[in-house]
T-cell receptor
Framework: DTGVSQDPRHKITKRGQNVTFRCDPISEHNRLYWYRQTLGQGPEFLTYFQNEAQLEKSRLLSDRFSAERPKGSFSTLEIQRTEQGDSAMYLC???????????????FGAGSRLTVL | DQQVKQNSPSLSVQEGRISILNCDYTNSMFDYFLWYKKYPAEGPTFLISISSIKDKNEDGRFTVFLNKSAKHLSLHIVPSQPGDSAVYFCAGVTSGTYKYIFGTGTRLKVLA
């Protein structure tokens, strides 16, 4: 297993264009997360999937953002009508269900860096 | 509302000495804490975790201490090595919510 894969690693786009990022989680992981990280900040939660169901969305996820996880495998994050404020690193993470108490450990991908000109 | 705070943006330590990274949280519902390390151009990688029922967890050179009454945790690295130079993030989560809240990070530089 090669871990969590994200594509593309870097995207430069003009304001107003649409962009889509893809995340391939670790194959046996049923939980998938999207985070956003800007300079000098920690990762900020965007959304969470359990299998194909999107169970939680952050208020940071405006109506220009949409995430999907068809068939509970890979996930896409689309940003429509990009704005300069969308420039950030978009991180995908996955985890598996654990028995008993305790939270899951997130395994992150290398991220997709978005630059909006 | 910054629920997890790392008040030291950077820290420099001599190789072989102890590195102590601190983290404070405000959400008393957090019952699990994790530390991640991040190198440039890579995603964060998991380092060590601690449940709120414990006050210490150790893994090799890394030890995490949790003081629930003070809502404070710290990561100790002994001995520090140049390869430990990275940004360290702490995160808190409430079991069942799956919303991990990260601090702003501390950049550690270990000097050879």
């Amino acid at each position: 297993d090669t871990g969590v894969s994200q594509d593309p690693r870097h995207k430069i786009t003009k304001r107003g264009q649409n962009v889509t990022f893809r995340c391939d989680p670790i194959s046996e992981h049923n939980r998938l997360y999207w985070y956003r990280q800007t300079l000098g900040q920690g990762p900020e939660f965007l959304t969470y999937f359990q299998n194909e169901a999107q169970l939680e969305k952050s208020r940071l996820l405006s109506d220009r953002f949409s995430a999907e996880r068809p068939k509970g495998s890979f996930s896409t994050l689309e940003i429509q009508r990009t704005e300069q404020g969308d420039s950030a690193m978009y991180l995908c993470a996955s985890s598996s269900r654990t028995g008993g108490s305790g939270a899951n450990v997130l395994t992150f991908g290398a991220g997709s860096r978005l630059t909006v000109l | 509302d910054q629920q997890v705070k790392q008040n030291s943006p950077s820290l420099s330590v001599q190789e072989g000495r102890i590195s102590i990274l601190n983290c404070d949280y405000t959400n008393s519902m957090f019952d699990y804490f994790l530390w991640y390390k991040k190198y440039p151009a890579e995603g964060p990688t998991f380092l060590i975790s601690i449940s709120s029922i414990k006050d210490k967890n150790e893994d090799g050179r890394f030890t995490v201490f949790l003081n629930k009454s003070a809502k404070h945790l710290s990561l100790h690295i002994v001995p520090s090595q140049p390869g430990d130079s990275a940004v360290y993030f702490c995160a808190g989560v409430t079991s069942g919510t799956y919303k991990y809240i990260f601090g702003t990070g501390t950049r550690l530089k270990v000097l050879a």
